[in-house]
């Protein structure tokens, strides 16, 4: 007969063999890429890679200086970029101290209403430039 010492060690082992590191999730792959808005590299902003299949998981990084690197899982994705940009002239001033506004000045069209797409592949390169206009 089994003592309750063994009894709960079997449990707790039991419990614990369903809980390997095993699978780490999906592989992911290093993407780089410049992105210019007429012409002129982004100084400072954001790239986000959104997956079009069902669970749209989201991928992120900085831009700076008009680069961006990170890494996704490979599929096709829809593209956002976001940067903002101080307003000459204006100022917030609801902290007591006068703050500069921002503006983004992305048009729509490659943020909340992207068109843009790309398709991260396991065997490229995966260096996607983006090469955005204000018209």
């Not at 590191?21 to 012409?39: I, S």
């Not at 749209?56 to 680069?67: L, M």
């Not at 599929?75 to 006068?98: C, I, Q, W, Y």
Request: overall charge negative.
């Amino acid at each position: 007969m089994m003592s309750r010492a063994m009894v709960a060690l079997a449990i707790s082992t039991a419990g614990l063999l369903g809980c390997g590191r095993g699978d780490d999730g999906p592989a992911l792959y290093p993407v780089t890429g410049k992105v210019t808005f007429d012409n002129q590299p982004i100084a400072e902003g954001r790239v986000v890679f959104r997956k079009l299949d069902g669970d749209q998981k989201a991928f992120s990084s900085e831009i700076r200086d008009g680069v961006y690197e990170l890494t996704v899982e490979p599929g096709k994705m829809s593209v956002e970029v976001l940067a903002s940009r101080p307003v000459p002239g204006k100022f917030d001033h609801s902290n007591g101290t006068p703050e500069p506004v921002g503006e983004m000045y992305i048009p729509e069209k490659y943020n909340s209403k992207t068109t843009l797409q790309a398709e991260v592949t396991v065997d490229g390169d995966n260096e996607i430039p983006f090469a955005l206009t204000s018209t």
